[in-house]
């Protein structure tokens, strides 16, 4: 009896014992010792005992290298996850958008290409008709410096006045150069008409011969505009309905005065 009471007590101790080692063993080791146990187990038993100690102090060094354990590791990881989740979406959204912007920015360079296009042709026509008109033959048109990019392209004002050569309008006399700006500008009003059309005084460098045809255009404007036109010139006055100036009939007062011409 005392004999297997020996042996109990021994057995305790043994337990206590090992209890104690695998304290030990997870705290330096952070390995259970029941594994530690299987790997001695399969050791080879000619293993030199200084190569257990070598190998011992490695995977300390191994284990002590990879720091403190963080008990919040895997809530971070959580965090981090969905966090990388929200990112990886706004970047999807980002990506959208922006393949959105370049369609829309392609579709407006092609509908802007095709309506300037377009509207180049009909000033160039209507230009045809007017500049006729006030030249008594010749032509005017607008060209494209760069026909490959025409959003970027600058705009040239070609000019034959009859019986002259091609030319630029920094060739031409201050008269010509007045009726060939008048010819530009009447020729956009044809092709789109404003609620009103104002002037200051583009006829003063007209003669009395282009001041008629300047009058005929002014009549053909005004069908579709209210023009008001500031003047000096009392052959334009002529074609106007109705008529505005100031007068000074005592020194230093001034006085507006209208006439209806109708």
């Known amino acids: 009896i005392n004999s297997i009471n020996d042996i109990k007590i021994a057995l305790s101790r043994i337990h206590e014992k090992k209890g104690h080692l695998s304290k030990i063993s997870l705290r330096d080791f952070r390995r259970d010792i029941s594994i530690i146990e299987e790997e001695f187990a399969e050791a080879s038993v000619s293993e ?6 070598e190998r011992i102090r490695e995977i300390r060094k191994r284990l002590d290298g990879f720091g403190p354990i963080n008990l919040t ?4 990881y959580e965090g981090q996850r969905k966090r990388l989740e929200f990112l990886e979406g706004q970047k999807k959204d980002l990506l959208k958008s922006i393949s959105d912007i370049n369609e829309a920015i392609a579709k407006i360079d092609r509908t802007s290409r095709e309506k300037f296009k377009d509207a180049i042709d009909q000033i160039n026509k209507s230009l045809s008709d007017v500049f006729s008109k006030i030249f008594d033959g010749g032509r005017a048109w607008l060209s494209l410096s760069d ?8 705009v040239r004002f070609n000019i034959q006045i009859p019986g002259k ?3 630029s309008l920094s060739l031409l006399s201050g008269g010509e150069k007045a009726l060939c700006a008048i010819s530009l500008i009447f020729a956009i009003f044809f ?3 404003t609620p009103f059309c104002i002037l200051d005084e583009v006829d003063a460098p007209l003669d009395e011969a ?3 045809k300047f ?8 069908s579709n505009s ?6 000096h010139n009392q052959r334009v006055m002529e074609a106007a309905d109705c008529l505005y100036g100031v007068t000074m009939e005592e020194r230093g007062i001034s006085k507006m005065v209208s006439v209806e011409l109708n």
């Open 215 to 222: 009058n005929l255009l002014l009549k053909e404007v005004s």
């Open 48 to 53: 030199d005992i200084f190569e257990i100690e």
């Open 73 to 76: 590791a895997l809530d971070e």
């Open 210 to 212: 282009n001041t008629i």
């Open 165 to 167: 050569r091609i030319s």
């Open 191 to 193: 092709i789109k008409p």
């Open 226 to 231: 209210q023009v008001i036109l500031v003047t």
């Open 147 to 154: 026909e490959n990019s025409i959003l970027e392209s600058g």
